[in-house]
Structures are given as C-alpha cells and as structure tokens.
C-alpha cells in the first residue's frame, strides 16, 4: 500500500516552455501533498505544501507564479514550470500524506531538464 | 550552521560489513527522526523512524538518537550489496503532514560484493 506516482519521469523541454508534473496517490486519499526539489548531492528542498481545494503554502524563496501547483483532487497534485530556465533543471520529488499524524510517502521524481 | 548536517560520503564497504551512518542536527525542537533509503534517481524510501531519544531495530536495521548530544545514528548488520544507495536522515518536531521535514544531504553507500 501507500504507493505514489509520478508522471512523466524524465521530461526535456526548452527554454520558455512550461512543463507539467502529475502526483497521484494511487492507493490511498491524500489529503497533503509536498513538492520537493533536489539537486545533484544536495539534500530534498521542500518547495510547497498542498491541501486538497485549498492553495499551496510556498516556501520561503520559491516563486509561487512560476511554480503553479493545483491539488484538485485527494489523489492528484499537479506541478506546472512555467517559463522554464536551465537552471529549473533538476530532480522533483512529490509526497503525499493521508491524514494528519500520517507518514509522508515519496513518488519516484521527474528528472526536468531545460535546454 | 545547518540544521541537520550529514556528511555525503562517498562510504564504500565490502558485503557483510557493519555499516554506520550518522546525522547531527541543531534544533533542539526536532522530536521525531527518520531514516530514508534512495536508490539513483528514485524517490525516498522511508526505512525506519523513531520518536524521541533511544534505540529501534527492524531486521538489520537499527536507529539510535541521542538528543542529548543532537546526534542520530542508523546501523546496517551484515550489508548487503542491494543496500547500496543514498541514505538521507530527516527530521521534524513532530510526526505528521502538518509538520514539514528537514533533510540531510544524505550518504551515499556502496556494499561490493
């Protein structure tokens, strides 16, 4: 059980473009769902906090209008690079949790690269 | 200073080793200690947790926290090549989807066999 996907797992657009990243719990209602960034050797950069029908809680630093995440649903949160740069390249990690006091189940990531 | 300090690695250890992986953090609030396992270019696989100070085991896995000296161990008995991989520490003050992780950088192991 507790099982998230994430699609696509590698995506390559160009410079300007805007890209979209879907996080499904595949098997449970999550209630949150986490955007993460990381960088090669370095640590898991929490970006924003999802709740489903409200809007995301965005980090300190990270640009909410270029950085669009939607959680329509207990199963889907969507993270859209808007206008992406090279260095928007990087690997993004979603989690989703079920319920307070729950744990935090990490997707695969998508490796974004931006030419 | 970071809040949680991991040192990268690279630790290298033939298969059967005893395999000791450690973080050090600077917040005193953190209560609740995590141990994630990522192999490349896959997300974080929660292994082990543990809530305040003391020792847990899973298998041949042990987690220890000392949170008097804001130090967190993880042990590996007996590693296996499969148990290469990065293992990143987290931490937060509390369990739950309401209170945010804080990561090391993490370590990257490798068993040879």
Not at chain 2, 7 to 22: F, M, T
Request: hydrophobic share 30%; aromatic share 12%; glycine share 6%.
């Amino acid at each position: 059980g507790a099982v998230v996907s994430q699609h696509p797992s590698r995506v390559i657009c160009k410079s300007g473009t805007s890209v979209k990243i879907e996080c499904r719990s595949l098997d449970f209602q999550a209630t949150t769902m986490f955007w993460y960034r990381q960088f090669p050797k370095q640590s898991l950069m929490l970006m924003a906090t999802s709740n489903e029908g409200s809007k995301a809680t965005y980090e300190q630093g990270v640009e909410k209008d270029k950085f669009l995440i939607n959680h329509a649903s207990l199963t889907l949160s969507t993270l859209t690079v808007t206008s992406a740069h090279p260095e928007d390249s990087s690997f993004y990690i979603c989690s989703a949790s079920e319920a307070m006091g729950s744990e935090q189940y990490f997707g695969p990531g998508t490796r974004l690269t931006v030419t | 200073q970071k809040e949680v300090e991991q040192d990268p690695g690279p630790l290298s250890v033939p298969e059967g080793a005893i395999v000791s992986l450690n973080c050090t953090y600077s917040n005193s609030a953190f209560q609740y200690f995590m141990w994630y396992r990522q192999y490349s270019r896959k997300g974080p696989e929660l292994l082990m947790y543990t809530y305040s100070s003391g020792n847990k085991e899973d298998g041949r896995f042990t987690a220890q926290v000392d949170k008097s000296s804001k130090y967190i161990s993880l042990f590996i008995r007996d590693s296996q090549p499969s148990d290469s991989a990065t293992y990143l520490c987290a931490m937060s003050p509390r369990r739950g989807s309401n209170y945010k992780l804080t990561f090391g950088k993490g370590t990257l192991l490798t068993v040879n066999p």
